[in-house]
């Protein structure tokens, strides 16, 4: 069975600040896919990155930056600069590769929240 | 705006009744899923189709069901609803096993 584990319900941090989310997995499967989605107030989930079991290379875009680390079954996201707009619940998510038969597994989301 | 879209988007309705909620996914995506995200709940996946055929099931209700049309958009029909189906429901596609899956804007669907 897979499972995803954010084990932090809410943070609040100052604007400009730096925030980390944590999120770690649990998969027997050799392949599998990791995500990150935001959902802002309004509700939508907004999809962030995706990263195959395979590229344990950490990825930048701008002020957001992944971790993964198959070691610890890990992939953490960072905020750099964090900034109002940031506010939002995020979730960490896992996908067996499977062709045909797939599941996304979420975590239970992380609440973040930046003081202005 | 992900290209994945979700019809209606908001929907009252009493309980005993029976809705259908729709879905186009992104152009060119074969799987499209179901999900409900309730507060006690969080994100459940509900269902899975991959070109017109059922491929995946979660923890779907009986009272819940779903197809997708040889264009590939997709219906999820609740019927006999109960209060505590009050959700946001959500649709998402993807071109095949592997790739991002995008989530539609979502439907929240309040029982009262």
């Known amino acids: 069975a897979q499972k995803v584990t954010q084990a932090q319900t809410e943070i609040s941090v100052v604007e400009k600040e730096d925030v980390t989310l944590d999120c770690v997995y649990e998969t027997r499967d050799t392949t599998y896919y990791l995500f990150w989605y935001k959902q802002p107030p309004s509700g939508e989930l907004v999809f962030l990155i995706r990263?195959?079991?395979?590229?344990?290379q950490n990825e930048i875009s701008g002020r957001y930056s992944w971790n993964f680390q198959k070691s610890t079954s890990s992939f953490n996201f960072t905020i750099t600069a964090s900034q109002v707009v940031d506010s939002a619940v995020y979730f960490c998510?896992?996908?067996?590769?499977?062709?045909?038969?797939?599941?996304?597994?979420f975590g239970t989301g992380t609440r973040l929240t930046i003081i202005p | 705006d992900s290209g994945v879209t979700q019809t209606p988007k908001h929907l009252i309705t009493a309980t005993g009744q029976r809705v259908t909620l729709r879905c186009s996914p992104r152009s060119g995506d074969l799987s499209v899923y179901w999900y409900q995200q309730s507060l006690d709940q969080g994100l459940q996946f509900l269902i899975q189709?991959?070109?017109?055929?059922?491929?995946a099931k979660g923890n779907i209700l009986e009272r819940f069901s779903a197809q997708q049309f040889p264009d590939l958009h997709s219906e999820l029909n609740l019927s006999s609803l109960e209060l505590g189906d009050s959700a946001l429901y959500f649709c998402?596609?993807?071109?095949?096993?592997?790739?991002?899956?995008?989530f539609g804007e979502g439907s929240w669907l309040t029982v009262v």
């Open positions: 998402a596609s993807s071109v095949a096993s592997g790739n991002t899956i995008y």
């Open positions: 990263r195959n079991s395979f590229d344990e």
């Open positions: 998510a896992l996908i067996r590769s499977n062709f045909g038969n797939e599941k996304l597994t």
């Open positions: 189709y991959y070109n017109g055929e059922e491929r």
